[in-house]
Each structure stands twice: as structure tokens, then as C-alpha cells.
């Protein structure tokens, strides 16, 4: 079972800003970098942020990551209907394991 | 670029196994780790574990120690991954990963073969 907690759902109208939380503790997120994936439907997860806050080449900069702590933040600025999609924070866990977070789908309103 | 390539969707019955191929091309191969993702229909993500393309070294999730094996071949830049003993709960696409950079993992992924395990 995942051990980094999102909220199921999070949407929002075209144009307005999303945030996505997920909670960890400190064997995961409070020591080590976040990272965020995309799935769309139908497709492989493609990778959206990682170390806390940069964007692969080709990510838009609308995408943004934050960490505080043990908890980390996926901020997505004026919505698309493109951005419609899973999304799932990761990162690594002392206890030699990469856990996912149980995910949040996005609805573009 | 980047492609990592796998093999085709599998049918098995319960207590068989499975061995799915990840064929690598556009980099290095023995310079980053692959890991091995699973999501059952409907399902997260859960990770499987890491192999280095380097030396071989791998670091399994604890609840698959003792039925997954991961390999690697290097002269064909291609990753195995093994599942034996499958369970109805084994149903699920599988898919490759490899390290983003140094300090990332899980970063570029293959296109995911899905497995069903059924009598």
C-alpha cells in the first residue's frame, strides 16, 4: 500500500490554478527528493518534476513542485483541458523502497 | 532519444511465471539503473524494485523478495524483469523505468506490458 497520501480528486475551470498535496514523513519526503509523474489515459506515467521542483526538458513552467518537510506540493497554473490526467508524487524511502503516493485525478471543469 | 521498448501482453495461469523484456536505446545503457512499475487495472503505482545497468545490482521491494529477479544483458541493452509463482493479484501492467539522473529515479518509462493471470 502507497505510503505518501493525495487527495483522490482536485479539478478546476480552464485558466484557474490547482495544487496537489501529498503527505509523507520523514523517512521519505523528509529526507529525500520529490518527484511527480502525469498519467494521462490509456498511457505510461511520464515524469513532471523532479528533485522537489525542476521540470524535464519540454514540461511546461505552468507545472511548479514545492517541499516543506514531510509533505510536497504539484502546482498547476492556468489549466488546460490537456491537463486532464493522474497524477502521483514519489520519492524514496529509508527503509530502501520507492513509494508512490496513492494518486489524484485531475478534472478539467 | 531516450526508448525504452517492451515485450508483448502475457497470458498465464496462476503459479506460472513470467519474463517481460525492456529493450533500451538513445543512451548509454550501463549508465543508469532501471526499475520495475506495476499498476493493477484501476490501480497506483507500485514500485518493484531497481536493478543497476552497470553492475548488476538489485534492490527489490520487500513484499516481491523471493519472486521477482531482475537481469540485465548488456550486449543487447536490454533489462529483464522475472515474476514467479503468479497470483490473480499479478494482473497488472508492468512497466521499465530508467533513472532520470544521479539523483532521480524512475524517469523515463517504457510503453508497459500488461500480464493476466488467469485460469
Known amino acids: 500500500q502507497s505510503v505518501l497520501t493525495q487527495p483522490p480528486s482536485a479539478s478546476g475551470t480552464p485558466g484557474q490554478r490547482v495544487t496537489i498535496s501529498c503527505s509523507g514523513s520523514?523517512?521519505?519526503?523528509?529526507?529525500?527528493?520529490v518527484n511527480w509523474y502525469q498519467q494521462l489515459p490509456g498511457t505510461a506515467p511520464k515524469l513532471l518534476i523532479y528533485?522537489?521542483?525542476q521540470r524535464p526538458s519540454g514540461v511546461p513552467d505552468r507545472f511548479s513542485g514545492s517541499k516543506s518537510g514531510t509533505s510536497a506540493s504539484l502546482a498547476i497554473s492556468g489549466l488546460q483541458s490537456e491537463d486532464e490526467a493522474d497524477y502521483y508524487c514519489?520519492?524514496?524511502?529509508?527503509?530502501?523502497?520507492?513509494?508512490f503516493g496513492t494518486g489524484t485525478k485531475v478534472t478539467v471543469l | 532519444q531516450v526508448q525504452l521498448v517492451q515485450s508483448g501482453a502475457e497470458v498465464k495461469k496462476p503459479g506460472a511465471s513470467v519474463k517481460v523484456s525492456c529493450k533500451a536505446s538513445g543512451y548509454t545503457f550501463t549508465s543508469y539503473g532501471i526499475s520495475w512499475v506495476r499498476q493493477a487495472p484501476g490501480q497506483g503505482l507500485e514500485w518493484m524494485g531497481w536493478i543497476s545497468a552497470y553492475n548488476g545490482n538489485t534492490n527489490y521491494a520487500q513484499k516481491l523478495q523471493g519472486r521477482v529477479t531482475m537481469t540485465t544483458d548488456t550486449s543487447t541493452s536490454t533489462a529483464y524483469m522475472e515474476l514467479r509463482s503468479l497470483r490473480s493479484d499479478d494482473t497488472a501492467v508492468y512497466y521499465c523505468a530508467r533513472d532520470y539522473v544521479d539523483t532521480a529515479m524512475v524517469g523515463y518509462w517504457g510503453q508497459g506490458t500488461l500480464v493476466t493471470v488467469s485460469s
Open positions: 520523514s523517512s521519505n519526503i523528509g529526507s529525500n527528493t
Open positions: 514519489a520519492a524514496w524511502d529509508d527503509s530502501l523502497s520507492y513509494v
Open positions: 528533485s522537489n521542483n
